[in-house]
């Protein structure tokens, strides 16, 4: 465990190559959305000495719970291939999550209702990345109807790359005790 650890460098070089070569970087459309990854139960947490400074305290909306850890950043191409997945304590906004991806893409890029707020749109929008999320039901949505149905459908395969981490390899279930494992593993 303690060699295939310190290959956490290398595994995210050959990562990083893997999606290059297979033009995740420089696609036209990416996909942005978060995912919890829990540190131990809620109960124990105020037990438990692992990760103790680094994870906090989050909610989970599409879970509807509280959660302690981390929460994990991940922007995949319309195709599904990761493009770049970080990691904050779990009560950092993902407004201010998006900001450790945001050099790894740039183009149309899909994002879910926590994304929404025309100030990290025009913040992104120097950066190259033009954002598209959907509106909460209260708010008036001017753009063509056919757009927001993609914009919906093409939010589909984050979700499903989500679930294939979560239930493939177990991304959600941190059975790291330390960030050089964590980062290792995640790689």
């Avoid at 994002?111 to 909460?136: F, S, V």
Wanted: proline share 4%; with cysteine; glycine share 8%.
């Amino acid at each position: 465990t303690r060699q295939a650890a310190n290959l956490w460098a290398v595994k995210g070089r050959l990562h990083r190559d893997l999606a290059k070569s297979l033009g995740a970087g420089k696609g036209p459309i990416h996909i942005v959305d978060t995912f919890p990854m829990k540190v131990c139960s809620f109960k124990r947490s105020q037990r438990s000495s692992v990760f103790r400074g680094e994870a906090a305290y989050g909610y989970c909306a599409s879970k509807k719970e509280v959660y302690y850890g981390f929460q994990g950043h991940l922007v995949v191409t319309a195709e599904g291939i990761v493009t770049a997945l970080a990691v904050t304590p779990a009560n950092v906004n993902e407004t201010r999550g998006i900001w450790d991806l945001a050099p790894s893409f740039q183009g149309l890029t899909f994002g879910d209702k926590g994304y929404l707020g025309k100030p990290l749109k025009a913040e992104l929008m120097n950066e190259g990345i033009h954002l598209e999320t959907p509106l909460r039901k209260n708010m008036r949505d001017a753009r063509d109807p056919a757009f927001v149905k993609q914009l919906l459908r093409a939010r589909k395969v984050v979700e499903t790359v989500i679930s294939q981490l979560t239930r493939r390899f177990w991304i959600e279930r941190n059975h790291a005790r330390d960030r050089w494992h964590l980062t290792s593993r995640i790689n």
